[in-house]
Each structure stands twice: as C-alpha cells, then as structure tokens.
C-alpha cells in the first residue's frame, strides 16, 4: 500500500439494496462519492458488476500466533490420542535444538488419554509440543517438557496455568521471521476480504506494531490489544482506544482473561462438569471479580475499552457484574455459555458480545456432553441478538481460520459438513451477520467512511458463504488484494 491514499473510480459497483449499478469514488482514503455515471477524472476500475461492500472486520485474532500455526503440523483431525500420535510419527522430525510442533487437537470426546508416555514410545527421545485448538492446553512428550523448561509432569498435559506462561517457548521465533509469516497471514486475510483484525496476541502489542508499521505498509487495520502487564506504558503515554499508533495501526482494548475453555474443562460455570469433582470442578476462574473490576475501571479512567475473555456461564455473569460495577464500556470475548438473565444484561449494559461462530461448530458434540441439557443457551447469537445485543464477528484464529465467510457461513447456518442444524432457533439472519462483520458500517459504502471495501463475485446475501468469491480488497482506498 502507498503511503499517500489515491484517488480511485470504482465504476458499475452492484450494492446492497441498489436496483441499479453505481460509480464510487474513493478520495484521500475516504468515499467521496457513490452515484449514477460519476463524472470525474480518476484512475478507473472497471467492477463489471461485481458486488461492492464495506470490508470484513475479524474482532478476535491471535495474529502471530495464527501466523504460525499456518506452518505447525495439523492435528486438528485426531479423533484420539492414538490417531495424534500417529499423525505425529508420520511428520518430519524437527532440527536439532528445536520442537515438533503440532496444533489443533480436542481431546474433549477422546475415548483414550493423551500422555506423554503415548508420544514417548512413537517418537522416543524427540522434543514433541501439541497445542490443543482451544489453546489452553498443551501435550508433550517427555523430551517436550523438557524443552519446555517442565522436569517432572505426572502425565505431559499441562492446562491453564501450567501451560499458558509457557506459550512463549514454542511461540519463540525472531522479530524478522515472526514479521515475514504474519506479512504472509495478512496477505491471505486480505485474500478473503478481511480489512482489519482486534489483535489479542499475548504480547507487548505495542512495541510489536509499531515496529511492523515502521518497517513495512501493513494490508490491515489493526487495533492492538493491551494486556495487565503492559498497561502501565499504554496509560503512561495516554493512549486511548482508537487512537493511532504508526500506519495502520490504532491502540485496542484492555485483555483480560477470566476462565479457561469448554475443550480443557475450564471455562467456569454454575454446574459441575460430568465426572468431575473438587474445586476446579466448575472450570477455573483466572481473575476474581475483587481483581477484574478495579482493574477495569483503572483501564476505563484511562480511555480504553475492555475486552475481557468469559466463556462458562458464571464467569460471564462475573464480568458483566464488573462491567456494572467499573463502568467499563466494551465487550465480552466468547460469551458461549450465558444464562437467560444474563442476556438481557448484556443488552442492559450495552456490552458486545464479540462471539465466534465457527466455535459452535467445531464444539457442538463436546457442548453437547460437557454442558448436556444447557446448550439452548450455548452460542446463542441469536437470542442475543434478539435482546438488542450488539454482536461481533471473528474467529479466535488461530482457534478457528481467519475467514470472515467461515464465521458468517457458521452464525447462518449453524451447521457444517452436511450435519443437521445445531440449535438451529440461535442462527442469525444472513443480514444480522454480515452486519455484524462490517464495524458497524452497514451494507453499502457511505460518503465519509473509510474507503475499506470488498469486491465480490457472488451476491452476499443469497450466494454460499464458505468459499465466498473474493475479487478485490481495498483498505484506505487502495489494493491490498486484487484478483481481477
């Protein structure tokens, strides 16, 4: 992308709800423009018809962490341990001084448990670290906790807390390296329409953007998350959400994370998991309310929204009490388990619900068997919707792909591969969910608003969402992918 926007006529645009193509005229990153046969002298593109609308927003992204993932061994399919581990014989063994890293397993339904001594004897004395889907939990080999800095683990899974503050281990690459694969990752994103992502990296986000924006244009918007242990620079420069921190880059929200995940038993809720017992028997709170509220109206005093993590049912309860108490304004990230009370406080409240549609896909059987009798109200987009809840779309990735289309296909119509409909009352209207993916831009381009668009081959609100055809993205009026 050039640093200075361009002027730039988009003729014959098909928009939603147009009987009739337009021409729109995009100037100094902006529309200036949208009419009948614009009479203005510009560099033109022909769209021919094409659908035009404004560019897809994924609210929730990891994004070095997807970058990664790209590159790990898949083992995403494993319907068990055994069917892991063979995945992972068949995979090439790493260079000396590094791991094998895999990523994506569920072990929530496996009839068989994932330990070390299972990766131990298909690949001996190999440094083996697997990353579950969900990203709250790891399996390794006993090489593998080595290399993760762990002597002495009783089975080689480590959940939550033994896990997450050893991320970093397997995350570990150079700046250029990690810099180069998410310059690929975004080019893909773009690729699908995607303009910008809510990055919530466990990083210093920062630092870590500032120093891309200065070393190359970047394809996305990015607003850049902060976490507790960053905060104290984010407050001491005064930067607010939404303020602009280098190119395409803006300050995001607070980060904090609340409860484990539905796939490692963590996520904290009023019952019991089945055949659980003990104090972790509910899932984990990571943050007690004496703890989360402070802290977030320490970030709300400073200008900055908050994006706090709760998945169980009693942890969304807890942060919506704290976004009560704070006065904090922002979103709850996943919201996948919510009692009918607490829908309406999110409405109430005016709390997003930033939700991430292919995870009702990929955890309908597991919610199914952990949260039997309560999935009425897993997911459950639609009866937030309903209760005049403000939703964003992402995807978690590298939890679920960054593709806009996969989440919006997902939220319509909940359902994958061919199965029957899950709780189908909670889909959302094809319009909803588009809506829902555009930053609260709407469906047509609007003179003013960022000239942040995609060209599509299909008609968006009746063609198939997976596999969307994407013909161009453009982001501040200029291409960041163009296929035609």
Same mark, same amino acid.
């Given at each position: 992308?050039?640093?200075?926007?361009?002027?730039?006529?988009?003729?014959?645009?098909?928009?939603?709800?147009?009987?009739?193509?337009?021409?729109?005229?995009?100037?100094?990153?902006?529309?200036?423009?949208?009419?009948?046969?614009?009479?203005?002298?510009?560099? =033109?593109?022909?769209? /021919?018809?094409?659908?035009?609308?404004?560019?897809?927003? @994924?609210?929730?992204?990891?994004?070095?962490?997807? &970058?990664?993932?790209?590159?790990? $061994?898949?083992?995403?399919?494993? =319907?068990?341990?055994?069917?892991?581990?063979?995945?992972?014989?068949?995979?090439?063994?790493? +260079?000396?001084? #590094?791991? +094998?890293?895999?990523? !994506?397993?569920?072990?929530?339904?496996?009839?068989?448990?994932?330990?070390?001594?299972?990766?131990?004897?298909?690949?001996?004395?190999?440094?083996?670290?697997?990353? %579950?889907?969900?990203?709250?939990?790891?399996?390794? %080999? =006993?090489?593998?906790?080595?290399?993760?800095?762990?002597?002495?683990?009783?089975?080689?899974?480590?959940?939550?807390?033994?896990? $997450?503050? $050893?991320?970093?281990?397997?995350?570990?690459?150079?700046?250029?390296?990690? *810099?180069?694969?998410? /310059?690929?990752?975004?080019?893909?994103?773009?690729?699908?329409?995607?303009?910008?992502?809510?990055?919530?990296?466990?990083?210093?986000?920062?630092?870590?953007?500032?120093?891309?924006?200065?070393?190359?244009?970047?394809?996305?918007?990015?607003?850049?998350?902060?976490?507790?242990?960053?905060?104290?620079?984010?407050?001491?420069?005064?930067?607010?959400?939404?303020?602009?921190?280098?190119?395409?880059?803006?300050?995001?929200?607070?980060?904090?994370?609340?409860?484990? %995940?539905?796939? =490692?038993? #963590?996520?904290?809720?009023?019952?019991?998991?089945?055949?659980?017992?003990?104090?972790?028997?509910?899932?984990? +709170?990571?943050?007690?309310?004496?703890?989360?509220?402070? $802290?977030?109206?320490?970030?709300?005093?400073?200008?900055?929204?908050?994006?706090?993590?709760?998945?169980?049912?009693?942890?969304? &309860?807890?942060?919506?009490?704290?976004?009560?108490?704070?006065?904090?304004?922002?979103?709850?990230?996943?919201?996948?388990?919510?009692?009918?009370?607490?829908?309406?406080?999110?409405?109430?409240?005016?709390?997003?619900?930033?939700?991430?549609?292919?995870?009702?896909?990929?955890?309908?059987?597991?919610?199914?068997?952990?949260?039997?009798?309560?999935? /009425?109200?897993?997911?459950?987009? !639609?009866?937030?919707?309903?209760?005049?809840?403000?939703?964003?779309?992402?995807?978690?990735?590298?939890?679920?792909?960054?593709?806009?289309?996969?989440?919006? *296909? &997902?939220?319509?119509?909940?359902?994958? /591969?061919?199965?029957?409909?899950?709780?189908?009352?909670?889909?959302?209207?094809?319009?909803?969910?588009?809506?829902?993916?555009?930053?609260?831009?709407?469906?047509?381009?609007?003179?003013?608003?960022?000239? @942040?668009?995609?060209?599509?081959?299909? @008609?968006?609100?009746?063609?198939?969402?997976?596999?969307?055809?994407?013909?161009?993205?453009?982001?501040?009026?200029?291409?960041?992918?163009?296929?035609?």
């Amino acid at each position: 992308m050039g640093t200075v926007p361009t002027d730039l006529l988009l003729r014959s645009a098909r928009l939603v709800d147009h009987d009739a193509p337009v021409d729109v005229l995009l100037r100094g990153g902006r529309v200036a423009s949208v009419g009948p046969s614009l009479s203005v002298h510009a560099p =033109t593109v022909q769209l /021919d018809g094409r659908w035009l609308i404004p560019g897809l927003w @994924d609210a929730h992204v990891h994004l070095t962490q997807w &970058a990664l993932a790209r590159r790990r $061994l898949d083992v995403s399919g494993a =319907t068990s341990a055994a069917h892991a581990v063979a995945l992972v014989s068949g995979a090439p063994r790493p +260079l000396p001084g #590094t791991a +094998l890293v895999g990523f !994506g397993f569920r072990d929530g339904l496996w009839p068989d448990e994932p330990t070390a001594a299972l990766l131990d004897a298909a690949v001996g004395d190999v440094p083996v670290v697997l990353v %579950s889907g969900d990203l709250h939990c790891a399996w390794a %080999s =006993t090489a593998g906790l080595r290399f993760l800095g762990v002597e002495h683990h009783p089975t080689g899974l480590l959940r939550e807390h033994e896990w $997450l503050p $050893l991320q970093g281990v397997v995350d570990h690459v150079s700046d250029d390296v990690a *810099d180069a694969l998410v /310059d690929d990752a975004t080019a893909a994103a773009a690729a699908r329409g995607v303009v910008g992502v809510v990055d919530l990296e466990i990083a210093d986000n920062l630092a870590v953007w500032r120093r891309r924006a200065a070393a190359r244009p970047g394809r996305l918007r990015v607003r850049a998350g902060v976490w507790e242990e960053y905060l104290d620079r984010v407050v001491r420069e005064d930067l607010h959400t939404g303020d602009p921190v280098g190119g395409l880059v803006e300050q995001g929200p607070l980060k904090v994370i609340t409860d484990g %995940s539905l796939n =490692t038993r #963590t996520a904290y809720c009023h019952d019991p998991y089945p055949g659980l017992t003990g104090p972790n028997a509910r899932g984990v +709170l990571a943050v007690p309310p004496s703890r989360l509220a402070p $802290l977030m109206a320490h970030a709300t005093r400073h200008g900055l929204r908050c994006a706090i993590h709760a998945i169980g049912d009693a942890a969304n &309860a807890l942060a919506l009490d704290a976004f009560a108490s704070s006065g904090a304004v922002g979103s709850i990230e996943h919201a996948q388990l919510v009692s009918w009370a607490d829908v309406q406080r999110f409405a109430e409240l005016g709390v997003v619900a930033s939700v991430q549609p292919e995870h009702a896909m990929d955890d309908r059987d597991v919610a199914d068997h952990h949260w039997a009798g309560r999935t /009425d109200r897993a997911f459950a987009f !639609g009866a937030l919707h309903r209760a005049g809840v403000r939703l964003a779309l992402g995807s978690d990735a590298p939890v679920a792909p960054l593709d806009p289309w996969i989440a919006l *296909d &997902a939220a319509v119509t909940r359902s994958r /591969d061919g199965r029957e409909p899950w709780h189908p009352e909670q889909a959302l209207d094809r319009r909803v969910a588009l809506e829902s993916s555009v930053d609260g831009l709407g469906l047509a381009p609007v003179v003013g608003a960022p000239a @942040d668009l995609v060209v599509l081959d299909a @008609d968006p609100l009746t063609a198939p969402l997976r596999g969307m055809p994407v013909a161009g993205t453009l982001v501040a009026g200029d291409w960041t992918h163009r296929g035609f």
